[in-house]
């Protein structure tokens, strides 16, 4: 990377930065920002918007794949970029949805990501729904009881409702279902066996 392009995405990152400022999304503290309260909100807010505008390929294979970061990562940074086209007029702010500025709020969707992981699960988890038309189901057999109980995918653990026993719940250890009807019909036959 060239010290020009260097420069324009530092330049880029700032302007973006003074604009969320600008927008009571985010505030400086102690020389580092920090995302406020209104800037979850706004992103929940525009998420719906959001997901139109999202590569439906791209965003399926994500949530395919289980990547929630990833997905809460695509998700900010698309309502972001509504947020600040939509009032970059009204505010007067600096940045203009240039391919430097572009990175920066994907960069700041990252840093949202890893600063607040439980918030940005839970837009993960609404989009996945969304797209995937449902949640997940898993078909859990307890380690302790031997007992089986029905459990959505989105969730680390679970707890037996026969003997109380925490399991956690790892991906690709459970038959995993699409609907709750598909769960009950496997569940009903493995109690038979």
Known sequence: MSSGSGRRSR???????????ELGLARRVSG???????FWFEVSRLLPAATRLLPGEKLRMLVDVKSWRLVAVAAISYSLSLAIAARAAKYGLKGRLSDEYIKAITGL???????????????????GERLGGGSMYVVV???RCRG?????????SGTCPYCGCRVRLRP?????????GEARAFMVRMRGR
Not at 32 to 38: D, F, L, M, S
Not at 148 to 154: A, Q, S, T, V
């Open 172 to 180: 690709g250890a459970y038959r995993a279902f699409k609907s709750l």
């Open 11 to 21: 330049e880029a990152a700032r302007d973006l930065l003074e604009d969320l400022v």
């Open 148 to 156: 089986l109980f029905i459990k959505k995918l989105e969730w680390r």
């Open 109 to 127: 969707a990252m840093h949202a990501v890893a600063q607040c992981p439980a918030r940005a699960r839970i837009l993960a988890i609404w989009l």
């Open 141 to 143: 057999d307890c380690p």
């Open 32 to 38: 580092r920002y920090v995302a406020t309260q209104r």
